[in-house]
């Protein structure tokens, strides 16, 4: 046999089902919102800067109207800054700046014949960014210079399409022309605000839609939760029952019911093999198939050596039954019979071998090492005759004619064990002379009138605080040329009646003075017990010695002459 490990091969599999549905659920809910959050961040920005370029052209252009155009061409040079015309054109502007929203800078510019931009009036109270009458522009902006070149009624006001950087900062600006009477133009009236306070506002928009992404998320995860639990409770139990058939645990389930097409799918499938192998196992040991499955085991041709408790029972007088029993009648009865015996062996362990008629085999300690496996056999077989003795009670109950008697063989030596047969059919089961030797002393039950007959291997392992036994003869089996010492099961230690442990202690005697070709004082001993089988069969034996001894090499063997 090849010995697989069930769980073996790759593992990949490290997270359970609910741990790996929420994680996907989330992970999607997360990426989904990762990239809504990305692309509606990008829009967010857009947002908030049209917006921003919206409010610097109109504030732009309703500035520009407000401007007294004519006073501001007398503005020339620097002398002119300390003119009426000047300080009126710089406080009105400071009231613009002031009445605005975000308005750092607010200024006039002027653009000289040879293309230099200066500033004209500037409102900003600041000394050190305090820009005089005449002072040139640096690093003009395209809007700015588009504004010089606009014609009355073309447009009012022009925005830089993006943030732009100068010796005072990063900016977004919005220019408005300012007209003469005669259409020309005499200055730029513009407007700055700072890059920064654009950019706190996306900010602000971006924190609010990924906080609102972010608790969305985390108010999805109790429904990722349920419909993990949704479907990950069928799929449980649907393992569960899985590890059940892998197990030969082929009893019925409650139904699993789902929403989901391909679970109840598997499940009718599952339920479909489950119906299959309930019907395969009446064919086959199920126990040992559990065994077998749950040590990985391949079913292969081949065999060990080992050491095994075999089990023999036949039962007493059955041909003759069934020739007065109806067949089907007789069968039922049988099977209630296989069924009660194998029930006793099962609970201790036991792999049935198999049926042969009305007689059972079995065995210990393989497939599975049992080490007390004498001690399992011996208790197999008392529970076995207590439940046939209860079961011919029920059939007398019941009306029937019926009595099953019981003869059992018990023996523990080394054999073979495997699995033996074809490539393509096989039964594991156990072979050798230890196995036939169970099946003789199952047989030697009828010549002494007991039920449970033991081989010295298997006495010799039982703990002496176990079970009462005694040495009921010495054997030579059918076949075979040693003697083997044979004994009688007869209960558990502290179960037995102390009239029959009388009865066993003078037998007992009775065969020690058999042994010594006493047979006189042993035929004294045996006398008194009648009743007691097993004393019989050595009265009669040491009987017959008086008138006709053994012969000189006679060592109290008795050779068996019909298995």
């Not at 406080?91 to 500033?119: A, C, H, N, S, W």
């Not at 950087?165 to 919005?174: E, I, L, P, R």
């Not at 409770?233 to 097409?261: C, G, H, W």
């Not at 029930?343 to 079995?362: H, I, K, P």
Request: proline share 5%; charged share 25%.
């Amino acid at each position: 046999m090849t010995r697989t490990d069930p769980a073996s091969g790759p593992r990949f599999g490290r997270f359970t089902l609910r741990f790996t549905l929420v994680a996907a659920f989330a992970g999607v809910t997360l990426l989904v919102s990762l990239v809504i959050g990305l692309a509606t961040s990008r829009l967010v920005g857009d947002f908030v800067r049209d917006e921003f370029k919206l409010r610097l052209a109109d504030l732009s252009s309703v500035a520009a109207t407000q401007i007294d155009v004519v006073k501001h061409q007398r503005l020339q040079d620097k002398g002119d800054q300390a003119s009426p015309d000047y300080r009126a054109l710089r406080d009105r502007l400071r009231e613009i700046r002031d009445m605005g929203t975000d308005i750092r800078f607010i200024y006039t510019t002027r653009q000289l014949p040879d293309g230099k931009v200066v500033f004209v009036v500037d409102a900003e109270e600041n000394p050190t960014e305090f820009s005089t009458l005449g002072d040139v522009y640096q690093d003009v902006s395209p809007a700015l210079l588009q504004a010089f070149k606009a014609r009355r009624g073309e447009r009012s006001s022009y925005v830089t399409d993006r943030f732009y950087t100068d010796a005072w900062g990063t900016w977004m600006s919005a220019y408005a022309p300012l007209y003469l009477p005669d259409g020309r133009v005499e200055a730029v009236l513009g407007l700055d605000i700072s890059a920064e306070r654009v950019l706190a506002k996306e900010r602000r928009y971006q924190v609010v839609l990924w906080g609102t992404g972010g608790l969305v998320t985390l108010l999805l995860m109790p429904m990722a939760y349920l419909i993990a639990q949704r479907i990950r409770r069928p799929l449980s139990r649907l393992e569960a029952d899985m590890m059940k058939v892998r197990q030969f645990n082929l009893e019925s389930t409650p139904p699993i019911y789902s929403r989901v097409i391909e679970i109840n799918s598997m499940v009718q499938q599952l339920e479909s093999m489950r119906s299959g192998l309930r019907s395969f196992q009446k064919y086959v040991p199920a126990e040992l198939v559990r065994r077998l499955i749950a040590r990985g085991v391949d079913a292969e041709p081949g065999g060990a050596q080992q050491e095994l408790t075999v089990f023999m029972s036949d039962i007493e007088g059955f041909t003759l039954l069934s020739e007065r029993v109806p067949p089907d009648q007789l069968v039922h009865l049988l099977s209630e019979y296989l069924t009660t015996v194998s029930a006793a062996l099962l609970q201790t362990g036991a792999t049935v071998d198999q049926y042969v008629g009305d007689a059972v085999l079995a065995f210990w300690n393989a497939p599975e090492p049992t080490p007390d496996h004498a001690h399992r056999a011996c208790e197999a077989a008392l529970a076995a005759q207590t439940a046939i003795t209860a079961l011919n009670a029920d059939w007398r109950d019941r009306g029937l004619d019926v009595a099953f008697r019981t003869r059992i063989g018990i023996n523990t030596g080394e054999a073979i064990v495997g699995n033996i047969g074809s490539d393509n059919r096989m039964s594991y089961t156990a072979i050798g002379d230890q196995v036939n030797l169970a099946s003789r002393l199952e047989g030697a039950n009828k010549l002494y009138g007991t039920s449970v007959l033991l081989s010295q291997h298997t006495r010799d392992q039982l703990r002496p605080d176990s079970f009462v036994t005694r040495r009921v003869d010495q054997l030579v089996p059918v076949g075979k040329s040693v003697p083997i010492k044979v004994y009688e099961l007869v209960g558990r230690k502290g179960e037995v009646p102390e009239a029959q442990m009388a009865v066993l202690t003078d037998y007992e005697a009775a065969f020690t003075r058999y042994q010594q070709r006493e047979f006189a004082a042993a035929i004294a001993r045996l006398e008194r017990h009648p009743d007691d089988p097993p004393s019989r069969v050595l009265l009669a034996r040491c009987r017959g010695y008086l008138d006709q001894p053994p012969p000189a090499g006679w060592d109290g063997s008795f050779q068996l002459t019909s298995k």
